[in-house]
T-cell receptor, first 110, second 114 residues
Framework: RKEVEQDPGPFNVPEGATVAFNCTYS??????FFWYRQDCRKEPKLLMS???SGNEDGRFTAQLNRASQYISLLIRDSKLSDSATYLC???????????FGAGTQVVVTP | NAGVTQTPKFQVLKTGQSMTLQCAQD?????MSWYRQDPGMGLRLIHY???????DQGEVPNGYNVSRSTTEDFPLRLLSAAPSQTSVYFC?????????????FGPGTRLTVL
């Protein structure tokens, strides 16, 4: 079983709509959680960290559910520029222990 | 500032050839790492370094060597290329400050082994 699992998608989303997707992790000792964004054939870039109480960054909302061991990302008012692959990243805070999910592809259509 | 740079951007090798992928950073970050990314799989850690002179193995180290003689550079060597090493390779850095875990990635090297 993979340590971090994501629905690969694609999630086809009309412009202006809301999309949400989850990421599950298997290591209960995981301490830090992140969402990275990766555009086609580009390097991953940090989108946002995920805090225990949940957090927002503009149109993006991240939630953490430790009991069920998953994190979620919600994108409101989707823009064409939100089309990308979103990578879930989990770490136990020991260097070298970052675990990446395979990514969820989001395609925003006009 | 250039951030994290990688060379070459593309490379085609024949089975058995060796080569070095270069990674350089001007962010003065202590931590550097190499990942490979394959279709349908997450980034997998190959080797990492927590400072000059210190390296360690990640999840998939076989067939690769690294060294870290300076803070700025972290080259990845393929000893004898195999088709299974066809992948996209990313170098990443992290400041190493306690509680701050953002990783900054280079643009990647796309390697094909025939």
């Amino acid at each position: 079983r993979k340590e971090v699992e994501q629905d690969p998608g694609p999630f086809n989303v009309p412009e202006g709509a809301t999309v949400a997707f989850n990421c599950t992790y298997s290591n209960s000792a995981s301490q830090s959680f992140f969402w990275y964004r990766q555009d086609c054939r580009k390097e991953p870039k940090l989108l946002m960290s995920v805090y225990s109480s949940g957090n927002e960054d503009g149109r993006f909302t991240a939630q953490l559910n430790r009991a069920s061991q998953y994190i979620s990302l919600l994108i409101r008012d989707s823009k064409l520029s939100d089309s990308a692959t979103y990578l879930c990243v989990v770490t136990t805070d020991s260097w070298g222990k970052f675990q990446f999910g395979a990514g969820t592809q989001v395609v925003v259509t006009p | 500032n250039a951030g994290v740079t990688q060379t070459p951007k593309f490379q085609v090798l024949k089975t058995g050839q060796s080569m070095t992928l270069q990674c350089a950073q001007d962010m003065n970050h202590e931590y550097m790492s190499w990942y490979r990314q394959d279709p349908g799989m997450g980034l997998r850690l190959i080797h990492y370094s927590v400072g000059a002179g210190i390296t360690d193995q990640g999840e998939v180290p076989n067939g690769y060597n690294v060294s870290r003689s300076t803070t700025e550079d972290f080259p990845l060597r393929l000893l004898s290329a195999a088709p299974s090493q066809t992948s996209v390779y990313f170098c990443a850095t992290e400041s190493g400050r306690v509680g701050y875990n953002e990783q900054f990635f280079g643009p990647g090297t796309r390697l094909t082994v025939l």
